[in-house]
């Protein structure tokens, strides 16, 4: 059974960081992009930023590029979001998502992942 737990979530003032955690478990970690997704009320799930497997590339939505990193650890099988500078309108749930792939490539597209977390909130005040 595969299973993606997200942590890391709060309360943030605008400007401050927060470092979020997906935890995963089923799957062969070492097969699987990953990727961070969010969704704040009344918007569409839109995607943030995601790794290929061996952690060498990454990719970021603009409104996030410069602020946000994703990582990886396959050790562990955990990947991370560092969020940097926040803003108010990073406030979102965001959600962490795994699609399997035979190439060292991610994907950007909500459609293209098989598993999702169950997400956490981050609420940024200003």
């Known amino acids: 059974q595969v299973q993606l737990v997200e942590s890391g979530g709060g309360l943030v003032q605008a400007g401050g960081s927060l470092r979020l955690s997906c935890a995963v478990s089923?799957?062969?970690?070492?097969?699987?992009?990953m990727g961070w997704f969010r969704q704040a009320p009344g918007k569409e799930r839109e995607f943030v930023a995601a790794?290929?497997?061996?952690?060498?590339?990454?990719y970021y939505s603009d409104p996030v590029k410069g602020r946000f990193t994703i990582s990886r650890d396959n050790a562990k099988n955990m990947v991370y979001l560092q969020m940097n500078s926040l803003k108010p309108e990073d406030a979102a749930v965001y959600l962490c998502?795994?699609?399997?792939?035979?190439?060292?490539?991610?994907?950007?597209?909500?459609?293209?992942?098989?598993?999702w977390g169950q997400g956490t909130q981050v609420t940024v005040s200003s």
């Open positions: 998502a795994a699609h399997y792939t035979d190439y060292d490539v991610a994907r950007t597209g909500r459609y293209d992942y098989n598993y």
């Open positions: 089923g799957l062969i970690f070492r097969r699987y992009a």
């Open positions: 790794i290929t497997w061996s952690g060498t590339r990454t």
